[in-house]
């Protein structure tokens, strides 16, 4: 389980706006919300774990 993590988005890949910024997470299913936009990219990049070597993720889920 990630425990800390950033979700960010990219319309080009070169400038990276953070959308969600997690810490001490403890739950499976997260729902982030943020303003409608239009982009290319998306970034998920987990900082820590609550003790494990390795986070999954099993699905990302973008609507508009």
């Known amino acids: 389980l990630a425990r800390d993590y950033t979700l960010e988005v990219s319309a080009d890949g070169k400038k990276w706006d953070v959308v969600a910024d997690v810490k001490e997470n403890c739950r499976r299913l997260a729902l982030h919300r943020f303003p409608a936009r239009k982009i290319a990219h998306l970034r998920l990049t987990v900082s820590r774990t609550w003790g494990e070597a390795s986070a999954r993720v099993f699905e ?5």
């Open 60 to 64: 990302i889920r973008c609507y508009k």
